[in-house]
């Protein structure tokens, strides 16, 4: 299993950014898939998942009306579209995996930072 996440830079609050999750090494479309990010010295958390098929998704309050997360099971990628950015969304950003058997599968991630 392989996760690359791309799309991470900095960028201005109130900008958008568009998070990628390249996968690879199973198969993509019968697992969900989520983000988490990580700020520095705080514990990482999740930030949106979806389903397999994309028809459910779920966000933190924090993101709710401002991030979309959206899966593409024939380009084997889960995004992350991050609109009106805030300097508290600074963090590392990772995808990872729903349970393939026993285990879980996480991305390197993509450092996000917000700041004018």
């Known amino acids: 299993v392989r996760l690359v996440e791309s799309g991470g830079g900095l960028v201005q609050p109130g900008r958008s950014l568009r998070l990628s999750c390249a996968a690879s090494?199973?198969?993509?479309?019968?697992?969900?898939m989520s983000w988490y990010r990580q700020a520095p010295e705080k514990e990482r958390e999740l930030v949106a998942s979806?389903?397999?098929?994309?028809?459910?998704?779920n966000y933190a309050d924090s993101v709710k009306g401002r991030f979309t997360i959206s899966k593409d099971n024939a380009k084997n990628t889960v995004y992350l579209q991050m609109n009106s950015l805030k300097p508290e969304d600074t963090a590392v950003y990772y995808c990872k995996t729903s349970y393939i058997g026993t285990n879980t599968y996480w991305g390197q991630g993509t450092q996000v930072t917000v700041s004018s």
């Open positions: 090494g199973f198969t993509f479309s019968a697992y969900g």
């Open positions: 979806i389903s397999s098929t994309g028809g459910s998704t």
